[in-house]
Protein backbone atom coordinates (compact mmCIF):
# COMPACT_ATOMS: atom_id res chain seq x y z
CA UNK A 1 0.00 0.00 0.00
CA UNK A 2 1.36 3.67 -0.86
CA UNK A 3 1.63 6.23 1.65
CA UNK A 4 -0.76 9.10 -0.16
CA UNK A 5 0.13 12.10 1.82
CA UNK A 6 4.01 11.18 1.48
CA UNK A 7 3.79 10.72 -2.53
CA UNK A 8 1.42 14.02 -2.60
CA UNK A 9 3.95 15.99 -0.79
CA UNK A 10 6.59 14.80 -2.85
CA UNK A 11 4.56 15.61 -6.18
CA UNK A 12 3.99 19.15 -4.84
CA UNK A 13 7.76 19.57 -4.15
CA UNK A 14 8.51 18.12 -7.85
CA UNK A 15 6.62 20.78 -9.00
CA UNK A 16 7.95 23.43 -7.64
CA UNK A 17 11.35 22.36 -9.86
CA UNK A 18 9.47 23.05 -12.83
CA UNK A 19 9.74 26.19 -14.21
CA UNK A 20 7.32 28.32 -16.59
CA UNK A 21 10.28 28.64 -19.10
CA UNK A 22 8.59 32.76 -19.55
CA UNK A 23 8.12 33.40 -15.94
CA UNK A 24 10.55 32.55 -13.46
CA UNK A 25 8.08 31.50 -11.13
CA UNK A 26 7.49 27.37 -10.68
CA UNK A 27 4.34 25.88 -12.19
CA UNK A 28 3.03 25.09 -8.47
CA UNK A 29 3.63 28.60 -6.90
CA UNK A 30 2.30 29.96 -10.50
CA UNK A 31 -1.34 28.51 -9.99
CA UNK A 32 -1.19 26.76 -13.28
CA UNK A 33 -2.16 23.58 -11.31
CA UNK A 34 -5.48 22.90 -10.51
CA UNK A 35 -5.97 19.23 -9.53
CA UNK A 36 -3.52 16.65 -8.43
CA UNK A 37 -5.37 13.36 -7.78
CA UNK A 38 -3.44 10.19 -6.20
CA UNK A 39 -4.96 6.83 -7.03
CA UNK A 40 -4.40 3.90 -4.77
CA UNK A 41 -2.48 2.18 -7.03
CA UNK A 42 0.00 4.95 -8.03
CA UNK A 43 -1.87 6.61 -10.87
CA UNK A 44 -1.88 10.37 -11.18
CA UNK A 45 -4.01 12.66 -12.07
CA UNK A 46 -3.16 16.50 -12.96
CA UNK A 47 -5.17 19.14 -13.89
CA UNK A 48 -3.37 22.02 -15.17
CA UNK A 49 -3.48 25.09 -17.76
CA UNK A 50 -1.53 27.20 -18.82
CA UNK A 51 -1.11 31.54 -18.40
CA UNK A 52 -1.97 31.98 -22.29
CA UNK A 53 -3.84 29.39 -24.25
CA UNK A 54 -1.55 29.71 -27.09
CA UNK A 55 1.96 29.39 -25.27
CA UNK A 56 4.23 27.71 -27.49
CA UNK A 57 6.30 25.97 -24.85
CA UNK A 58 3.08 23.69 -23.63
CA UNK A 59 4.06 20.64 -25.07
CA UNK A 60 7.40 20.90 -23.38
CA UNK A 61 6.06 22.33 -20.04
CA UNK A 62 3.92 19.36 -20.17
CA UNK A 63 6.18 16.70 -20.93
CA UNK A 64 8.69 17.91 -18.01
CA UNK A 65 5.76 17.71 -15.39
CA UNK A 66 5.43 14.89 -16.29
CA UNK A 67 8.88 13.67 -16.43
CA UNK A 68 9.43 14.91 -12.15
CA UNK A 69 5.84 13.45 -11.30
CA UNK A 70 6.50 9.89 -12.82
CA UNK A 71 10.13 10.06 -11.87
CA UNK A 72 9.09 9.73 -7.75
CA UNK A 73 8.85 6.53 -6.05
CA UNK A 74 5.05 5.02 -5.90
CA UNK A 75 4.16 6.53 -8.58
CA UNK A 76 3.05 4.36 -11.53
CA UNK A 77 1.43 6.28 -14.13
CA UNK A 78 0.82 10.35 -14.90
CA UNK A 79 -2.02 11.45 -16.52
CA UNK A 80 -2.25 15.26 -17.66
CA UNK A 81 -5.34 17.43 -18.33
CA UNK A 82 -4.79 20.76 -20.37
CA UNK A 83 -8.02 22.85 -18.65
CA UNK A 84 -8.89 26.70 -19.82
CA UNK A 85 -11.59 27.08 -16.91
CA UNK A 86 -11.18 28.82 -14.63
CA UNK A 87 -9.07 30.77 -16.95
CA UNK A 88 -5.43 31.58 -15.23
CA UNK A 89 -5.31 34.79 -13.69
CA UNK A 90 -2.40 36.49 -11.97
CA UNK A 91 -4.50 36.03 -8.49
CA UNK A 92 -3.44 32.26 -8.80
CA UNK A 93 -0.07 33.53 -8.08
CA UNK A 94 1.32 32.19 -4.41
CA UNK A 95 2.46 34.62 -2.15
CA UNK A 96 6.21 33.64 -2.57
CA UNK A 97 5.42 33.98 -6.44
CA UNK A 98 3.87 36.97 -5.78
CA UNK A 99 7.07 38.46 -3.75
CA UNK A 100 9.15 36.69 -6.26
CA UNK A 101 8.07 38.83 -9.11
CA UNK A 102 7.69 42.19 -6.93
CA UNK A 103 4.38 42.30 -7.11
CA UNK A 104 4.08 42.83 -2.94
Known sequence: ???KTEIEQKIVE???TVYDP???VNVYDLGIIYKIELSE???VEIDMTLTA???PMADELI???R???KAIDGVR???INLVFDPPWSKDMLSESALLDLGLI
Open 63 to 65: EDI
Open 41 to 43: NGD
Open 14 to 16: ALK
Open 53 to 55: PNC
Open 67 to 69: SVV
Open 1 to 3: MIN
Open 77 to 79: GVS
Open 22 to 24: EIP
